[in-house]
């Protein structure tokens, strides 16, 4: 791209073109912008250190990698799999650059919200959580060195039963209002925005159930039928299949592709050349209802 | 790691035959493989799964010498073999016995070598154990030394030999695990056949005056490989629950108590049979294990070679390799 175009298209107001960028690439040579992450200046011009997509707000110039670690930020909600059970604390894989940290005094205990956490309580958070469990959670806060502080502190977090994981490049997930969607084919999906996915079974949780001592923390799950067995596969499938054409994803583009790629048996959706029908299938159904 | 829902929720997939990512219990990822991308190598090639696996097999041909006490070293295999070690070279049931060109009445002096080792890039072991890595590695080295050396193992290692008693070639194969998403030792084995495929050797003259022996070495690499079409694919079965899959993904393999790796060649032999993990396998079980082994393994082969001629066409109309780009 001609050096001239990359400052046109960084000075258009509203240029909703991406730019992507790699290592080494002069961004703008434009001194009135400031050097944000991923960049940094040589000899006046502002340089990419990073592969990614250029990010303006502003002055600021940064850089976001297409492939990276989660960087987590607060109110987020993250789909993670617990790795340590520490003191008073449990230790979470998020796809971060550390591990995620789950205090015993942010989570829910049988018996209401309002319970104090006592000794005993300690002594059995592996009744709770033991390793390799898998859970929803919302970044709350960060410690001194970066690591995030989760809470599972309301009833739509905690424990993930019922389904199976995914995994995408955490960039790819887009921020929106609701990351708990119940698909119109009958099938849950928790979308963390740390690039964890969790596909499952939808539940109901009726009231008298959520009351029960072990509802929250219990490892059974409920009977699921081939069919929806299929169907869960296929949406994982789905999900995979717009993750590797780098394609975002949301709650409408799943719905999207899951149509796209309905007539296709569920192995062949991850099949190179149906992939690319699917996903471009779905771009265009998406990028039609945008403009109506 | 898994959870316990997860592995509730696997195990009675498998059951059901709707595994996780839709495949029933028999099928198998798509295999993508490329051959040649390494220039300096004598053969390479690089096999991924779709679910991420990434094989890169390098063969790299020396001049060796025969060890003087190679019979002794032959030898001792052989007992090592019998003496209920993990590999048995051709001995499990059901072997339509010895169609083997290099092994019978060859003499150890006479034989070429070949010698392998797998090894795991840090990028691809990152959710493992150090520990654990290094004691895969040695597995699979050794399972692969042990069926390419065998009488089994396809490569004809008479004609690798050069002076008899003295002097022959050694194919070094050295395997690289570039990224895990399970299924990792069939990965390697259709790597190191398409590598084999891909492999040219230089020519060798051997002329003899006054009872001097001599040899000369040509610089291009010209000659095949023989008997490469007859090295053995493995089909690995991981047992969960009561039955057993093919080409498992992480979880499944977490899931797995234990498996079985069953070597078989065109000709429909079976030609090595390792058994891994923890749990055991009813004598039952394992019948039919190998029975459905046996036949996946004539689809796995004929799939492979009609991506081997494939890729033999592209080097003949000189198109370049896609490589790592």
Redesign the interface.
Known sequence: MDQDDIEMEIDGEDSLDIHVVTPGEVVTRDSAFMRGHGTYTEDETLVASLAGVVDRVNKLISIKPLRTRYNGEIGDVVVGRITEVAQKRWKVDMNARQDGVLLLSSVNLPGGVQRRKNESDELQMRTFFAEGDMLSAEVQAFFQDGAASLHTRSIKYGKLRNGSLVTVPSALIKRTKSHFVTLPCGVDVILGLNGYIWVAKHVPISPEQANQPDALYHNDNEPIADQEREIIARVSNTILALAKHNNFINDTMIVYAYEAGSSHRVKDILKPDISQEIVQTARAQFQEAQQH | ??????R???T??VD?S???????RL?FR?LNLETGMITQASGSCRVTL?GGTDVLVGVKVEVGSIEPDAEAAADADDIDDDGGARTAGGGGPGTDDTTGSSGGGTHARNRGRISCTVACSPSATRVFDPRDVESMCNEYSQLLNRVLNSAHGGVDLAALCIVPGSTCWVLNVDALVLDYGGGLLDAIFAATRGALHNTRIPRATVEQTDGRVEFEIEDEETEIVAGWEDVPLTVSMSKIGYRHIVDPTP?EELCSSARLTVAVNRRGNLCALQKGGEGGIEPSLLAEMVQTAKQLGQTLLSRHDTLLAAEARRIAKGVDPTGFR
């Open positions: 790691m898994i959870s316990v829902s997860e509730d929720y696997i009675k997939g059901r709707v595994r996780a990512d839709g495949r029933a099928d798509d779709e979880l």
